[in-house]
């Protein structure tokens, strides 16, 4: 039983560039969220998104965006790489959109910025 | 604007004996409140969670507290075991229906063998 799967687990770039992080949900889950984990925090809320339309928005700066396909996986871009987005994405899934249904988070993908 | 703090960020206790971990919030919306372990190299698990109807919930070793008027929720682990080791994230939402949840900076548990 496959869980939640992200894609590349380790990323390194320059200032400037961009990025695309990738996301498979658990089977029969239709609901993805990203979320940004800095050293030493606690992860922050990006984005959701449920049946392929965006159901909520963090903080974060337009440079972030992200899209959910027709199998429910899901992409997080963001653009114009700043040092300060150095941190782990991590992706969860769950059945429904609201934290009742409790998330099942990935391992992350680590995204290094020099 | 950290909404949800947990003020201790690492805590040892010896195998057998209790862990109480602590969180506090300053939202009076949020009603939902969840916990979260994480392991290295690894995502958040969830492990328990909490409506604020109800001021207790336990599931095996495990109990979560809520005190609502006091804006703290803790996490009892009894008795703690040595794989219990790892970042234990408090969260909390504004309903259940909310979409995202605010966590907490974490305590690193350490459980002595």
């Known amino acids: 039983d496959a869980g939640v799967t992200q894609s590349p687990t380790h990323l390194i770039k320059t200032r400037g560039q961009q990025v695309t992080l990738r996301c498979s949900p658990i089977?029969?889950?239709?609901?993805v969220s990203w979320y940004q984990q800095v050293l030493g925090q606690g992860p922050q809320f990006i984005f959701q998104?449920?049946?392929?339309?965006?159901?909520g928005r963090g903080n974060f700066p337009d440079r972030f965006s992200a899209r959910q396909f027709p199998n429910y996986s899901s992409e997080l871009n963001v653009n114009a790489l700043l040092l300060g987005d150095s941190a782990l994405y991590l992706c969860?899934?769950?059945?429904?959109?609201?934290?009742?249904?409790?998330?099942?988070f990935g391992s992350g993908t680590r995204l290094t910025v020099v | 604007d950290q909404q949800v703090k947990q003020n201790s960020p690492s805590l040892s206790v010896q195998e057998g004996r209790i862990s109480i971990l602590n969180c506090d919030y300053t939202?009076?919306?949020?009603?939902?409140f969840l916990w979260y372990k994480k392991y290295p190299a690894e995502g958040p698990t969830f492990l328990i969670s909490?409506?604020?109807?109800?001021d207790k919930n336990e599931d095996g070793r495990f109990t979560v507290f809520l005190n609502k008027s006091a804006k703290h929720l803790s996490l009892h682990i009894v008795p703690s075991q040595p794989g219990d080791s790892a970042v234990y994230f408090c969260?909390?939402?504004?309903?259940?229906?909310?979409?995202?949840?605010?966590f907490g900076t974490g305590t690193r548990l350490t459980v002595i063998p």
């Open positions: 998104y449920y049946e392929k339309e965006e159901r």
């Open positions: 939202n009076s919306m949020f009603d939902y």
């Open positions: 969860a899934s769950s059945l429904r959109t609201g934290g009742y249904y409790g998330y099942t």
């Open positions: 909490i409506s604020s109807i109800k």
């Open positions: 089977s029969g889950h239709k609901s």
């Open positions: 969260a909390a939402s504004v309903d259940s229906g909310a979409n995202n949840l605010f």
